[in-house]
């Protein structure tokens, strides 16, 4: 019974928030995020990717391990999706980062802390790494089928985690005031972002076509490729219950905002329906992989 009430205690304050931003977001259908999506990609993320790499307690040797372990789990991810994407005669490129980039910061990092606290949040955080910085280099590219190096040096994120290996690498103690301030960066992020995504669910146009079977890949095949990644490397503990929690995550918000700048109208829509299908499939499915990651790796 206890280990029923930890998963409600995890998983219920982040519906709860995404349901608060459901309902602004079905209650003014003019409600403007461009704030939130600007705070969070410039300020709130960094200060997140800071915070939760060098105040955590996590070693440089733990972040590197993670980072590589989340870049395996990516490409079992694009292995799958590409054999699905070729069966489906989708388009390989612009369709496939819904299925290989999860959102393992909007809903990935406050489960993780919500999980195995203050110690999960600094490993949720150096997989989420991985992930932003795909988004804005990896992402691109598959988007408008181009690689930019510009928006890889303006992206604020990448010197975030730069600057974060740095004071893990010369084991720099963190600043009382800047990690009071990153601190309440991250938190007001969190909450942010969350809220941001229940409001995007009200905008996003449904096609349930093909995305069906695209979520089910995301939110199902995802937590297998993790779990096997957990049982090849022999991973133990909270780190690898985060690994699982992470590699379950629905697909990523951040493919839409992606998408809609560089793939034609009929990409985004289907990349939107992923996103819509899969976040509602794992209010279904995170609570069962929380379940066996609080029961075998705690």
Do not use: W
């Amino acid at each position: 019974m206890e280990i029923y009430i930890k998963i409600f205690e995890v998983i219920f304050p982040v519906f709860f928030i995404i349901g608060i931003g459901y309902y602004l977001g079905k209650k003014n259908p003019k409600f403007d995020t461009n704030f939130i999506t600007s705070f969070a990609g410039n300020i709130g993320t960094p200060a997140m990717i800071f915070y939760t790499v060098t105040t955590t307690g996590i070693t440089l040797s733990i972040f590197v391990h993670y980072f590589a372990y989340a870049i395996l789990m990516i490409s079992g991810f694009a292995v799958i999706g590409l054999i699905f994407l070729f069966l489906l005669k989708k388009d390989l490129s612009m369709e496939l980062p819904p299925l290989i980039l999860p959102n393992t910061g909007n809903i990935g990092v406050p489960i993780c802390l919500f999980a195995y606290g203050i110690q999960g949040l600094g490993i949720a955080s150096a997989v989420a790494s991985v992930i932003i910085l795909f988004h804005f280099t990896l992402g691109v590219f598959l988007a408008k089928k181009k690689f930019s190096f510009d928006i890889l040096i303006k992206s604020p994120p990448v010197y975030a985690i730069i600057i974060s290996v740095i004071f893990l690498f010369f084991e720099i103690k963190t600043p009382l005031f800047l990690e009071n301030t990153t601190f309440l960066l991250t938190y007001a992020t969190i909450f942010l972002v969350l809220m941001s995504l229940g409001i995007a669910l009200t905008r996003f146009k449904f096609s349930l076509r093909d995305s069906i079977i695209f979520s089910l890949l995301r939110v199902v095949i995802g937590p297998i490729i993790g779990f096997a990644v957990i049982y090849y490397f022999d991973l133990s503990g909270f780190p690898a219950g985060v690994l699982l929690i992470q590699s379950a995550m629905p697909s990523a918000i951040l493919n839409y905002l992606v998408g809609s700048m560089y793939s034609p109208k009929k990409i985004v829509d289907s990349i939107a329906s992923t996103i819509v299908t899969s976040t509602l499939m794992s209010f279904l499915t995170i609570p069962i992989v929380v379940f066996f990651a609080l029961k075998y790796f705690n």
